[in-house]
């Protein structure tokens, strides 16, 4: 059986008196396959008490963490090796500048003293610090220091990569280039990454799987890479008019809708439906479209879910009253 | 391939051992200690009591240079357990004005840009990130106390009667030992207030503060109360106590030898457990 990236077997924390993580399980990724995982939550979730659990940071009360199939608590030393860690936190050593910065994290992570400054210096012009990697990280900009923070964690060539909200603070190009480099690490040189992030948008372009915190359990764990393939699209659509016969004429071609409110519908197509035919089917039925948009998987339809802020999403069993369900995939 | 050329590709080597990585975060850390230059400076001053007892020394072992004078000042020119507790005392001031200086930047940086995380990440424990900064300080301490004093020694037994190193072997052997024991203690210090406080002029003034107002609270205890146990919050006192002890002095007054070790023993579990409370990757509150 292939071995998970992060294996979690009733997981309880407490950090004071107080339990932060209540019996977590999980199986996540496969190692050595190059995969991201998500993590989301909601503030106060206990993702990131997750995280420095597997960094051995804080010991479990009860329970299991093994990543890479180390235990986090009693093979500490032997995780450490295989992770790279980018805390959310602004940290770094003001008075290192960028390369010397690298070679002692990449020293301090087992390469060996020669390879390490090689290493420092591939990895920033790498993250795009090139240019910048002989003046002192005190001088650096946020979104500098984010990328230095990335090189890091990165440097030393770990087979998983943790990183706990890389887009913070970073500008569009900028939170652009770090989902690039994130995607690269995973497609490119086989690593596997745990990305923590309040931004679904993020997890959603460069995660294969997805875990989602509640009060500190896991509610729901997704496998977006298999609903891409399932290439099920989702359309949210605004008309004016009479739109009573719509969601009937929708059906009628293969498509499950929930009408949300009078003229917005939440629409799932099937694989060879063109969207033409969906502004045809709206001006043969009167209706003038206000707006169509379109999103390639349900990321924040399965986090609303999971946060019991939708009730069900289109093309599921109807569980509510509040909403309308037509048809079934 | 230039490197810029190359772009990143993933090691797979052999990693170091711990030892090696032990090696780096020390180095790092004696970068850090040394990277002021007051710090030289201060190095370079502390060189001038050594080299007055080294002058003293020689007109000690030439006693062609002091015939005729009387025997008052004969007496004053001796080398023995007076001699080398007052080079010790002197370098020990030297010392903690160095642990001053250099203690600080040890931790507090680590602790003001949120660094921990990126050190407790990798394959070291806390105990390691202590042990390199203590030995990088006390490599530093080291040029000022026990090293000097040994050159002194060795100068002394080289210039002596043959007899002296078998009557007074004890001296060199007191000298290394009890500087080791201030250098723990003063090290322990320096890191201990560089872990609490994120601020390194204000974790330097507690250094000082630790040796300087303990000393004078002691001397405080002792005058109001009409006790002596008062030199026992007193570092300096107590580690007096114990040098004296090492270089075969009688004690000062009030100290005995195992009252001296335990003062020192509870003074370092102490500032142990400040270090071990604050030096954590994460701060978590309760």
Known sequence: ?329 | MAIYKRGYQRYDGPRASRAARLAVLVRDAWRRATAQRLVTVLLAASCLWPLLCAFFIYIANHAELWAGMDRSFASILSIDHQFMLTFMKVQAVFSVILAALAGPGLVSPDLANQGLPLYFSRPISRFDYVFARLASLAGLLSLVTWIPGLVLFLMQVSMAQPGWLAANWRLGLGLAAGFWLWIAMVGLVAVACSAYVRWRLIAGALVLGYFFVLSGIGAVINGIFRVEWGDLINPLRASYGVWCALLGAPMPSGLTLPMSLAALALMGALLALVVERRLRPVEVVS
């Open chain 1, 1 to 329: 059986m292939s071995q998970p990236v992060v294996e979690i077997e009733d997981l309880h924390v407490e950090l004071g008196r107080r339990e932060i993580l209540h019996g977590v399980s999980c199986r996540l990724g496969v190692a050595g396959t190059g995969r991201a995982i998500g993590l989301l939550g909601p503030n106060g979730a206990g993702k990131s008490t997750l995280i420095r659990t597997l960094l051995g940071f804080h010991r479990p009360s009860r329970g299991s963490a093994r990543v890479l199939g180390f235990d986090c608590h009693r093979q500490r030393r032997r995780v450490l090796e295989r992770i790279g860690y980018m805390p959310e936190t602004d940290s770094f050593i003001a008075s290192m500048t960028g390369v010397e910065f690298l070679r002692v994290m990449g020293a301090l992570s087992g390469l060996p003293e020669e390879i390490a400054l090689e290493k420092a210096h591939e990895t920033l012009f790498h993250v795009g610090l090139g240019e910048a990697r002989y003046r002192t990280l005190g001088t650096y900009s946020l979104g500098m220091r984010q990328m230095a923070r990335l090189a890091q964690a990165i440097v030393h060539g770990p087979e998983l990569v943790i990183l706990d909200e890389p887009t913070n603070g970073l500008d569009p190009s900028a939170r652009r280039r770090m989902l690039d480099l994130i995607r690269q690490m995973k497609e490119e040189h086989g690593m596997s990454v745990i990305v923590c992030s309040h931004l679904l948008a993020d997890v959603e372009q460069v995660c294969d799987e997805v875990v989602i915190l509640k009060d500190g359990a896991v509610v729901h764990h997704a496998d977006l890479e298999a609903e891409r393939r399932a290439n099920r699209r989702f359309v949210e659509l605004e008309v004016e008019g009479d739109d009573s016969a719509l969601g009937a004429a929708l059906e009628e071609r293969g498509a499950a809708c929930v009408r949300e409110t009078a003229g917005r519908w939440r629409i799932v197509l099937p694989p060879d439906f063109d969207l033409r035919a969906l502004w045809a089917l709206a001006a043969a039925q009167g209706l003038s479209v206000r707006r169509l948009t379109q999103r390639r998987d349900t990321l924040e339809e399965i986090f609303m879910k999971a946060m019991g802020l939708l009730r069900q999403t289109p093309g599921e069993a109807a569980a509510g009253e509040e909403v309308e369900i037509r048809g079934d995939l």
